[in-house]
Every structure is written in structure tokens, then in C-alpha cells.
């Protein structure tokens, strides 16, 4: 069984902190990694990718990668409460498997 | 219109009922998925059209039909469904299939009573 798995939650921060949300994966032929972001009653947006082990950065989002342990995770810096939503996380090779997401609230 | 456009938003079906949602994509994308979304559970693949082809079908009961007569378009047929099949109902593209990211519909609520 090729499963993603992440904590649900819920992660709450307050404004302006590091949020860290985690992500380990069962499929070693994973190769695309994926982070989505999904507001309460909206679809999923794609937020971040990641191929190589590593860090990656975009504006106040950090995907980091690491096959050996099979862990992705996402770090979200000065956090704000629009990042308040459901966190979903997906890998796979010519398919993809999403985790359960995790919750997160940013209190202001 | 932009991205990936799915109708209906809701849809509310008896059992005996035969519906079909749409989704229509203007990325230029070559491959279309269906998914189910359940409260607490993973997003459940469908199915998967590339290029028009049909190439993952996720052992998924009979009484859901895809369709996808080009690479913009794509159509789930549905009929004599069970509650439990009550979900979001969600329609995503990509540029290919493996490597790429997805761009999702907003989905169809489905409720099956």
C-alpha cells in the first residue's frame, strides 16, 4: 500500500511565527512531491513542488525534501491568518497519493 | 474563462437517478483526472485520461462512467449511486502525467439520498 502520511492537526501558530508541517511517504520510487493548499469549501491549490532532495524556497514558503528518511515538509514563515486552511501533501511517481492534510490556524 | 471550470457546483440525486458532471479544462493541459474527496480521508484517484486516453482506472465500482471525448473535456456519468458515494467531487489537469502539478475545479458537492 503506497501511502502519504500527515499529522490532521490541527496545527495552530501565532501571526508572524514558523509553521512546520510534516509529511512522510511509504513509496521509495517517489519522485514528485507536491504541497496544496485548501481554504474550507474550496479546492485544492497547488502551493509548492519538489523533486530533488534539499531545501526550496519560494516568497515565505520552504519545501524541504529528504528521500533517504522519505519525509517532506513545508515551513511557512511570518505566518499570517490567510494561511489559516488545510494542508495537503502528495507524492508519487506516475501517480500521485495524497495525505489526509493537516489543519492549520493562524491566531492573530 | 480561465483554468478548470466544473459544473455543476452542487447536485443532489436519488438513488435511481442518472446525472453527469462536467469539467472542462483551458490550460492547455494534456491529462485530466477525476477524484474523490470524504471528510478525514485521502484524495482518492479516479480515474485518469491522457491525451484522451483513459490510463488509470483505481478500481472504481461501475456505476460511475467517465468520459472524455478530447483533452479540454471531460465528463463523469453517474447512475444508481449509494450514499456513501455522497463526496466532493473533484476535477483536476495537468501538462502530462508523472512530473507535473496539478490545477483542481472547485469541485461538485455531491449528495446522494
Redo the contacts between chains.
Keep these: 500500500q503506497k501511502e502519504v502520511e500527515q499529522n490532521s492537526g490541527p496545527l495552530s501558530v501565532p501571526e508572524g511565527a514558523i509553521a512546520s508541517l510534516n509529511c512522510t511517504y511509504s513509496d521509495r520510487g517517489s519522485q514528485s512531491f507536491f504541497w496544496y493548499r485548501q481554504y474550507s469549501g474550496k479546492s485544492p491549490e497547488l502551493i509548492m513542488f519538489i523533486y530533488s532532495n534539499g531545501d526550496k524556497e519560494d516568497g515565505r514558503f520552504t519545501a524541504q525534501l529528504n528521500k533517504a528518511s522519505q519525509y517532506v515538509s513545508l515551513l511557512i514563515r511570518d505566518s499570517q491568518p490567510s494561511d489559516s486552511a488545510t494542508y495537503l501533501c502528495a507524492g508519487g511517481g506516475n501517480q500521485f497519493y495524497f495525505g489526509t492534510g493537516t489543519s492549520l490556524t493562524v491566531i492573530p | 474563462e480561465t483554468g478548470v471550470t466544473q459544473t455543476p457546483r452542487h447536485l443532489v440525486m436519488g438513488m435511481t437517478n442518472k446525472k453527469s458532471l462536467k469539467c472542462e479544462q483551458h490550460l492547455g493541459h494534456n491529462a485530466m483526472y477525476w477524484y474523490k474527496q470524504s471528510a ?4 482518492e ?1 479516479m480515474f ?1 485520461y491522457n491525451f484522451k486516453e483513459q490510463t ?1 482506472n483505481n478500481s472504481v465500482p461501475s456505476r460511475f462512467s467517465p468520459e472524455c471525448p478530447n483533452s479540454s473535456h471531460l465528463f463523469l456519468h453517474l447512475h444508481t449511486l449509494q450514499p456513501e458515494d455522497s463526496a466532493l467531487y ?1 476535477c483536476a489537469s495537468s501538462q502530462g ?3 507535473y ?7 461538485t458537492r455531491l449528495t446522494v439520498v
Design positions: 478525514k480521508k485521502p484524495l484517484l485518469v488509470e473533484l502525467t508523472g512530473v502539478g496539478y490545477t483542481f475545479g472547485s469541485g
